[in-house]
Antibody, heavy 121, light 110 residues
């Protein structure tokens, strides 16, 4: 079955750029049945959708984060990635990658385990 | 976009039923059937429990049900069990082609 695994640095400095990768196994990253997305959760707080990407490169971003977010897909590596720039302490969160079907209204039916990212000098 | 509104906490005794409301606007909950509910245990990833307002994914107990009226969606858990104690989040598709979550509700089983 589909499995997702996030990877990236646990600590990033303010003003720098966060780079995270999600590795996909158990299904094709190029499948027409999958959109891939990122969601984050600050410690003790709620969930926030960051954005979603299709294997073709089509992207949808949270309007409040759009100016700082870039997502990409590497089909050869079976990975998709998130870059978030101009980091502040408010970006400290557990970052999850997930999968949702096209045309599902961003219904995430599979999630990675999450990775904690701390923004601190 | 503003987060959907959920009560911070709800509680109930085993065997009882509880309902968690999720209030949005005419730009999200009120205009689309793309409302989902997620269950999250501490330190774990969320799990999809309800999608498209009232549909259950395979494997989710039929004690969980969803509904919507106007700008408010609701999650009902019947026959409350200790294992249901968790955080619950609603989400909705929006007119901005984006996704918005609720602030989350902590369910305590007394």
């Amino acid at each position: 079955q589909l499995q997702l695994q996030e990877s990236g640095p646990g600590l990033v400095k303010p003003s720098e750029t966060l780079s995270l990768t999600c590795s996909v196994s158990g299904d094709s990253i190029s499948s027409s049945s999958n959109y891939w997305g990122w969601i984050r959760q600050p410690p003790g707080k709620g969930l926030e959708w960051i954005g979603s990407i299709y294997y073709s490169g089509t992207t949808y971003y949270n309007p409040s984060l759009k100016s700082r977010v870039t997502m990409s897909v590497d089909t050869s590596k079976k990975q998709f990635s998130l870059k978030l720039n101009s980091l502040t302490a408010a970006d400290t969160a557990v970052y999850y990658c997930g999968r949702h079907p096209p045309g599902s209204g961003f219904r995430f039916d599979c999630w990675g385990q999450g990775t904690l990212v701390t923004v601190s000098s | 976009q503003s987060a959907l509104t959920q009560p911070a906490s709800v509680s109930g005794s085993p065997g009882q039923s509880i309902t968690i409301p999720c209030t949005g606007t005419s730009s999200d909950v009120g205009s689309y059937t793309y409302v989902s509910w997620y269950q999250q245990y501490p330190g774990k990833a969320p799990k999809l429990m309800i999608y498209d307002v009232s549909n259950r994914p395979s494997g989710v107990s039929n004690r969980f049900s969803g509904s919507k009226s106007g700008n408010t969606a609701s999650l009902t858990i019947s026959g409350l069990q200790a294992e249901d104690e968790a955080d619950y989040y609603c989400s909705s598709y929006t007119s901005s082609t984006s996704l918005v979550f609720g602030g989350g509700t902590k369910l305590t089983v007394l």
